[in-house]
């Protein structure tokens, strides 16, 4: 009886056992695609991402509250992006991650054209409360011309003000948003500039590197809260781009590595 034990307690632990090549395959998975399953998991699950989005929102009237108080010599406007500042892609990333892939521009297109991405909190009641004010909004994104039709839908899904051809303002050639902000700029006052990406906001941000980012934060720092409203967004952004080196077409693989070095512990 003995012996018998011992033989099925050795299978038992044969049976547990897993060399250690094949555990550190199985908890190494990509860094990038587990980060955006977690992070979009923050992003639908935590009272604490609603509430920083509430906040933003929040600062935004205040900070248009004051501005209204003073005459203008042109129409006052607010510029705002649209993901992840307006509606909320989280959704995509989770699909995307539980297929093991990052974004890539068909699957993104495939997402768009549902027209289902929800409004982020408090966003729907600032720009009615903008527009109720007298105040233009203009909806400028690096979606493409291709997803035009379907985002004016979700927009006027939730009853966005200005949610039509005029103020919905795509990418045409390049990303960088500078040129539009100042055709708007040519005929309003842009008080508010509104997103989840430094460069919503100014060149300052476009395609820099890490340091330079948060050196033109600290530059800009009086701004934030006041004109610059910033939305939270730990799924992708000019952030990330930094790490990358600005690059587009790294692997999965490369990516991981830079994500890596620049992780600190202890």
Known sequence: ????????????????????????KQIEPALLVNGKLWSSFFIQSSA?????????YNFAKFSLDEVLKAPSGKPLAVVTDIDETVLDNSPYAVHRALEGKDFDARSWYEWTSKAEALPLPGSLDFFNYAASKGVTVFYLTNRDEAERKATLENLKKYKYPFSDDSHLILKQSVSSKESRRQTIAENFNIVLLIGDNLSDFSTLWDKKTKNERSKNVELTQSEFGKKYIVLPNPNYGGWEDAIYGNMHNLTTAQKDSAIKANLKGY
């Open 1 to 24: 009886m003995r012996r018998l034990f011992f033989f099925l307690s050795v299978a038992a632990l044969s049976a547990c056992y897993v060399p250690k090549t094949a555990v550190n």
């Open 48 to 56: 604490e991402y609603d509430a920083l989005c509430y906040q933003a």
